[in-house]
């Protein structure tokens, strides 16, 4: 399977710019998706290979990369942007999704 | 709109089969492209994707577990159905129903929380 590799935790301030990675143990092309999730809630698509913006989601979201190093920014960082954020591939057989990123605001 | 909803048996004990249901609305499994996918989450945990089904039948499961997945749909009633046979405590979590768009997840449903138990 192909293991998608997000660090645990982010702490940044509101306003500030916040990069939130994602490596692949292995390509998958432009076939990367982001979510975010809020706790109680169901997930959400932000970012749609690589790079798209999912309908209805703010500017301040984007995407970037391919192969295996893949990037979620959001700038600027706002107080409702408090959640985990997954990466999720769909490139290779089985589907997998990352360990998640906490996004904390300081 | 779109919009998707699980049900299922809320609780179950280990070796019984889990039987969930995706109700939708706002597109249909017998339009091209379509497909509809179910995921999970055990509390506090990541997200482990089950299978997908998609317009033309096609199916696709996540070969962890192991033959114990099975995906239908029924296309006149906009619903999707996964069945998890010999289920564990393993298997306690929230399930997802989801549509799919290349491979991605735009829309969602609530979820239904399952417990296995004895």
């Known amino acids: 399977d192909t293991v998608l590799t997000q660090s645990p935790a982010l702490a940044v301030s509101p306003g500030e710019r916040v990069s939130i990675s994602c490596r692949a143990s292995e390509g998958v092309n432009s076939y990367m998706h982001w979510y975010q999730q809020k706790p109680g809630q169901q997930p959400k698509l932000l970012i749609y290979?690589?790079?798209n913006l999912a309908s209805g989601v703010p500017a301040r979201f984007s995407g970037s990369g391919s192969g295996t190093d893949f990037t979620l920014t959001i700038d600027p960082v706002e107080a409702d942007d408090t959640a985990t954020y997954f990466c999720q591939q769909s490139w290779n057989d089985p589907y997998t999704f990352g360990a998640g990123t906490k996004l904390e605001l300081k | 709109q779109v919009t998707l909803k699980e049900s299922g048996p809320g609780i179950l004990q280990p070796s019984q089969t889990l039987s969930l249901t995706c109700t939708f609305s706002g597109f249909s499994l017998s339009t091209y492209g379509m497909g509809v996918g179910w995921i999970r989450q055990p509390s506090g945990k990541g997200l482990e994707w089950l299978a997908n089904i998609w317009w033309d039948d096609d199916k696709y499961y996540n070969p962890s577990l192991k033959n114990r997945l099975t995906i239908s749909k029924d296309t006149s009633n906009n619903q999707a159905f996964l069945k998890i046979t010999n289920v564990d405590t393993a298997d306690t979590a929230t399930y997802y129903c989801?549509?799919?768009?290349?491979?991605?997840?735009?829309?969602w449903g609530q979820g239904v929380m399952v417990t296995v138990s004895s």
């Open positions: 989801a549509r799919a768009n290349y491979g991605s997840y735009p829309y």
């Open positions: 290979k690589a790079s």
